[in-house]
């Protein structure tokens, strides 16, 4: 069976470990030294280069794109990367039994007749494959074991070649599961809320269940927290925004330049020739890179050999956070590229920057972005709930571990203000701002401490900048030609750890795969941003859930406060927080005369 992925859509939402849904039936995503996208290449013949994100975010590990068929010569019906069919269980809805194919006969459910060959018996065990598996919080995942809930304690010599499926309806408490030979039964609506044992299988690795001390849970196997992806992304900002750039940051170029004592251009070329010799580096890139002045390539090499990456992720959003205030304030690049066909990959125009007049004396700048370069990386995934046990997926080349991304151009709007919109509302008593501001002060105390690197998030002026970036997608949807499920959004705040004080800013952006990105559908819209800030503040104090959402408060163990999806929730491709850190009030205390 072949399933059409994106590769956008294998980091986004998918990757080893997911169940894919196909014509065929469920399959497991399988990890990646069993995919077979790497017998016949290396990952760094499929390298995405970003030196900020690498070292700082991944510790030094390598990102590789997946191959795509065109790429390498396949047609679209051959399946590049291995999948394999999930969970082993299926129900026969005419018989109402539930039974497990192990045989390759021509028989797939025991009382319906036999099939023309045992392909199609195989197939159509895998089409009535079972909707739930079970999982637990430590990332395992397993089919449920029928047998042991049917015959819990029972004869345990009891193996039946299938199970009876009775009832149905719209409640599971109405589903018994039976067992045709000792008659014992259990309903599925007292398991399906019990803790079960974990046999601690991790399905895109191999088949073995050494145990596990975390509960298991039954879950539906198209639930979204199945499999939470963890994606971590970086902007591609000066003084690293060429090709040239991405060239000299490929790992082998990279080692090379730390390795060895080069500063020009013709001892770089004389570098780099054994490599391509040797076959590790293609002709095509050091022609490339003859192309170059002089003096680019030796600032390029400067560039990736200096030692101001961030130490951290909070570092990496506050370089971008500069990196972005500094070119609104000055255009990035200031003088446009004199290389032809050679664009920065990072450029705001000076003289498009606008600022506009908001509620209570606010001023909003906006500055588009016309050209943007976004990497995005997917380390692994968690199940069950976010705050759950993180299982790293990478592949481990014997030198250097790589993991899976994508890199996406396109376009987006930067919006900053001069005045703290919340720094009056921050010492008044009993406002959402001081809950979130406690909150920030003492995460344990809101039952935070679980995630306590991601403190910055409980900070009302993270809060205020989140609520609105949201509102602001919804509009932006309405005059830009793109879904809202396309507009993504990427919040920054410097805070004074010591006094609270605080800036931040968002970026609204949309990207896609592909050199050309985006068509100019979103910068286009900041000589008339009044209409899309209107749309987005109109009726911001309510909602049609009313007066549920309106009465919601944040506190203890909450991570929102009145925010709903009929007023902000949007899509999970577009929300970098999983809809978390939103709260309508704290943006209405500031716009509220």
């Known amino acids: 069976m072949t ?10 939402t998918y990757g080893p470990g997911a169940i894919l849904e196909g014509p065929d039936g469920p399959r497991v995503i399988r990890a990646f030294e069993q995919s077979g996208i790497f017998n016949d290449r290396a990952p760094a013949d499929l390298e995405i280069t970003d030196l900020r994100l690498s070292q700082t975010l991944l510790n030094g590990a390598g990102i590789f794109r997946l191959p795509s068929n065109a790429e390498l010569g396949l047609v679209d019906s051959y399946a590049v990367y291995g999948t394999f069919a999930f969970p082993e269980w299926s129900l026969c809805v005419r018989h109402q039994i539930l039974y497990r194919k192990t045989t390759s006969d021509n028989r797939a459910c025991p009382q319906c007749p036999p099939l023309p060959s045992p392909q199609d018996a195989w197939r159509q065990a895998r089409q009535q494959a079972i909707r739930f598996v079970q999982a637990c919080g430590a990332g395992h995942l397993d089919d449920v074991d029928w047998l042991g809930l049917v015959h819990r304690g029972g004869p345990s010599n009891c193996t ?18 039976a067992c045709p030979t000792c008659k014992r039964d259990v309903r599925l609506g007292q398991v399906y809320a019990q803790d079960l044992p974990c046999s601690g299988r991790f399905p895109e690795w191999n088949r073995d269940r050494p145990g596990c001390g975390e509960p298991a849970r039954i879950i539906q196997r198209g639930a979204a927290n199945v499999r939470i992806p963890e994606i971590v992304t970086a902007l591609t900002i000066p003084p690293r925004t060429t090709q040239l750039h991405r060239l000299l940051e490929l790992d082998r170029v ?5 390795s060895r004592s080069i500063s020009t251009k013709q001892e770089l070329l004389d570098a780099l020739q054994p490599l391509v010799k040797r076959r590790l580096l293609r002709q095509s890139i050091v022609d490339e890179i003859k192309t170059q002045s002089e003096q680019a390539v030796q600032a390029a090499i400067r560039d990736t050999i200096s030692h101001d990456l961030p130490a951290n992720q909070h570092d990496l959003l506050l370089q971008e956070f500069n990196a972005l205030r500094h070119a609104a304030d000055h ?50 995934y968690r199940r069950m709930k976010p705050q759950n046990q993180f299982v790293r997926r990478a592949y481990d080349d014997g030198g250097r571990f790589w993991y899976p991304g994508v890199e996406l151009f396109g376009e987006g709007i930067f919006i900053d203000l001069h005045i703290d919109p919340i720094s009056k509302t921050l010492a008044s008593e009993g406002g959402a701002s001081a809950s979130w501001f406690t909150a920030w002060l003492d995460p344990e105390r809101f039952g935070h401490s679980a995630r ?28 830009s030609g793109y879904s809202s499920a396309s507009v993504r959004e990427r919040i920054f705040v410097d805070i004074d750890d010591d006094t609270g004080n605080a800036s931040g800013g968002i970026l609204l952006y ?28 109109r009726d911001i104090d309510s ?15 909450k991570y929102n406060g009145a925010a709903c999806y009929a007023c902000l929730l949007v899509s999970e491709t577009s929300c970098e927080h999983r809809n978390m850190y939103l709260d309508r009030h704290v943006l209405l205390e500031s716009l509220s005369a």
């Not at 990279?254 to 730390?258: E, K, M, R, S, Y």
């Not at 003289?351 to 997917?378: A, C, F, K, S």
């Not at 990207?511 to 800030?533: H, I, K, N, S, Y």
């Open 3 to 12: 399933q059409l992925l994106r590769r956008s859509q294998f980091i986004t």
């Open 331 to 380: 255009g990035s690049p200031p003088h446009p590229s004199a290389t032809p066909g050679a664009p920065p990959q990072f450029e705001v125009i000076r003289e498009h920057v606008r600022t506009i007049d908001m509620r209570q004396g606010l001023r909003l700048r906006v500055t588009p972005i016309n050209r943007l370069r976004v990497v995005m990386v997917q380390t692994g």
């Open 452 to 479: 306590h690197e991601e403190r910055y998030k409980l900070h009302p002026m993270f809060v205020w900048w989140h609520t609105l970036a949201h509102r602001l997608i919804n509009a932006l949807s309405v005059d």
């Open 160 to 177: 039946p070649a299938y199970l009876l499926w009775k009832g149905g309806g719209g409640a599971l408490r109405h589903i018994t599961i």
């Open 510 to 537: 949309t990207a896609q795969p592909g050199g050309d990105g985006t068509l100019g559908g979103t910068v286009a819209l900041v000589p008339e941003f009044e209409r899309v800030l209107d749309t987005a503040l």
């Open 254 to 258: 990279q080692t090379l330049l730390i």
């Open 543 to 557: 909602c049609s859930n009313d007066p549920l959402c309106d009465e919601e408060r944040f506190g203890p163990s």
